[in-house]
């Protein structure tokens, strides 16, 4: 009971602190938000466009391109407007469509459509969309200008009779598949990346960062005062490492529950999601207690535990998903139980695996835990029991 009430205490200690508040229930949420709507799937990239005149074959291109369900297009009034646009973020990509391009292939030049694209993200594969809208919009005229080249016709004509086999023809079809695979499959939802990835950082985080509250205790006498009752020292390490878990538990539990309604991440099997949860939290309580009991200044803890947690987390995959890092990085990553914790939930919520599929998972970050707390209580009891 004891041991209980210890633990116990912690977690009320961090529910009071007005601070948590926002970095363990408000921060973790926000970020997994920033993350969906920004990278998550569901969310199609903006193309821009400016139509210089309307009510010629321009006019057909910027309704074909608008129709294709992959890109969210925006129309734009001026050539400048567009390009501020694409500059500040506000779509990833621009397309200039001049007036008089039927003009311009009827006298055998070359009509120019404008595309720009910010260098990062889905500039490419915009590229091709709108090239695919143009060549296919444009096919009849180019027929045109061959037909009335080869037979002396004039264009206008040549161009009507393209346009009337053009309706009659059956539209060139592209099936594209994908072998082996996926590294994110299409039922990931939009939020579930960054949810697992954002769980594994704010639990560890928060277990680190409780390391502050361990030599609170300490500096305050609490533990002597614990001392002088009968309470064994054992009890009292059991405790404070109870505390620990128990708060890493409340803040991973909140985060899936919380997206789980919020964002319906589908978590996968829910008691393999809860057992790895609890194996993960216990190496973050062990780390939490290792760093209570090493350090004798609480502000020097809590800012070396963020540090620490961010960097693990970024080397461990919670930064960058783990499939997209180099064979190198990715055994590297591998030294850090972050990275064992995100295999697990990426077998469960991508590949829709079970306990069973999580074993290795579940049994490496149980032999973290199991050191960590080993090296731990050893040396929370020195520094409880140094004068």
Known sequence: MKVLAIGFSNVRRMLRDRSNIFFVFIFPIAIIFLIGAQFGGGVSPGLGIYLEADGDIGSDIAEAIESTDSIDARRFG?????????????????????????????????????????????????????????????????????????????????????????????????????????????????????????????????????????????????????????????????????????????QGLYIIVLTLIIFRVDWGDPVAALLLLLVFSAVGAGAGVLMGSLFSNDQQAGGVAVVVSIGLGALGGCMFPLELFSPTMQTVAHFTPHAWALDGYAELIRRGGGTTDILLELGVLAAFAVALFAIASWRLRVAITRP
């Open 78 to 250: 001026t050539e400048d407007e567009l390009i501020d646009a694409v500059e500040r973020g506000h779509v990833q990509a621009g397309v200039f469509i001049p007036s008089g391009i039927e003009d311009t292939v009827a006298s055998g030049d070359t009509a120019e459509i404008g595309f720009v694209a910010r260098p990062e993200g889905a500039g490419p594969q915009m590229e091709a969309i709108v090239g695919s809208a143009v060549a296919e919009v444009m096919r009849p005229l180019g027929a045109a200008r061959f037909a009335s080249d080869q037979t002396g016709e004039a264009f206008s004509d040549a161009l009507a009779v393209a346009e009337s086999i053009a309706e009659g023809s059956a539209p060139v079809e592209i099936e594209v598949a994908a072998v082996g695979e996926s590294l994110f499959p299409e039922s990931l939802g939009q939020f579930g990346l960054g949810a697992s990835s954002q769980l594994v950082l704010f639990t560890f985080l928060t277990a680190l960062a409780g390391s502050a509250a361990l030599i609170l205790t300490r500096q305050l006498g609490i533990s002597d005062r614990m001392l002088s009752t009968p309470t064994s020292l054992g009890s009292i390490v059991v405790g404070e490492s109870f505390g620990r878990f128990a708060v890493a538990m409340v």
